[in-house]
T-cell receptor
Framework: EAAVTQSPRNKVAVTGGKVTLSCNQT?????MYWYRQDTGHGLRLIHY???????EKGDIPDGYKASRPSQENFSLILELATPSQTSVYFC?????????????FGHGTKLSVL | GEQVEQLPSSLIVQEGASVLINCSYT??????FPWYKQEPGKRLQFIID?????ERKQTQRLTLLFDKKTKHLSLHITATQPGDSAIYFC????????????FGQGTKLSIKP
């Protein structure tokens, strides 16, 4: 079973503070993704990566940075957190082995920025 | 850019009934449409997908229909069970082998025992 682990599961941050959300996958998937989920919006893509050392901007990258230091780890960094970044963040890894890429998600990180 | 809309936003049915969830998209360049399910307290999980060169796909109690002309999909779930209670997400991608998805807002399905 593919495994994607996010930490922390819950985080309260102050406005202007730095927040790092971590994601680890043991699937040996090349592709990893960060999405955020807000009520009424479904999930929206923030950043993604094709492999170690690679990061790409998704649909809503402003205010976020990403880091992929290894195949297994993909971090999302909020340098100066704002209340508008209060959301649930999901990490996923992707397997295109069957021809269609299916995503395996973590449990999510609930972030509140006060 | 691509937009994905789902209807209804919520649905309550009796156990054993069938349900239909509708999804529409705007960009004809989208070629791949996976669906995910989010049960309460659990991870999102893949449930079914379809490519734009197909019209229908079925797996167990799920049937996914695709109409390229109208840019419309519908997910049919038969013989619903309490474990089907979840939020169902339709998504669209311009590539088969990348997880760069545009998601709909989700449909919350509640099954009454």
């Amino acid at each position: 079973e593919a495994a994607v682990t996010q930490s922390p599961r819950n985080k309260v941050a102050v406005t202007g503070g730095k927040v790092t959300l971590s994601c680890n996958q043991t699937n040996n998937h090349n592709n990893m993704y960060w999405y955020r989920q807000d009520t009424g919006h479904g999930l929206r893509l923030i950043h993604y990566s094709y492999g170690a050392g690679s990061t790409e901007k998704g649909d809503i990258p402003d205010g976020y940075k990403a880091s992929r230091p290894s195949q297994e780890n993909f971090s999302l960094i909020l340098e100066l957190a704002t209340p508008s970044q209060t959301s649930v963040y999901f990490c996923a890894s992707g397997d295109a082995g069957q021809g269609n890429e299916r995503l395996f998600f973590g449990h999510g990180t609930k972030l509140s920025v006060l | 850019g691509e937009q994905v809309e789902q209807l209804p936003s919520s649905l309550i049915v009796q156990e054993g009934a069938s349900v239909l969830i509708n999804c529409s998209y705007t960009d004809s360049a989208s070629v791949y449409f996976p669906w995910y399910k989010q049960e309460p307290g659990k991870r999102l999980q893949f449930i079914i997908d379809i490519r734009s060169n197909m019209e229908r796909k079925q797996t167990q109690r799920l049937t996914l229909l695709f109409d390229k002309k109208t840019k419309h999909l519908s997910l049919h779930i038969t013989a619903t069970q309490p474990g089907d209670s979840a939020i169902y997400f339709c998504s669209a991608s311009m590539s088969y082998n990348q997880g760069k998805l545009i998601f709909g807002q989700g449909t919350k399905l509640s099954i009454k025992p």
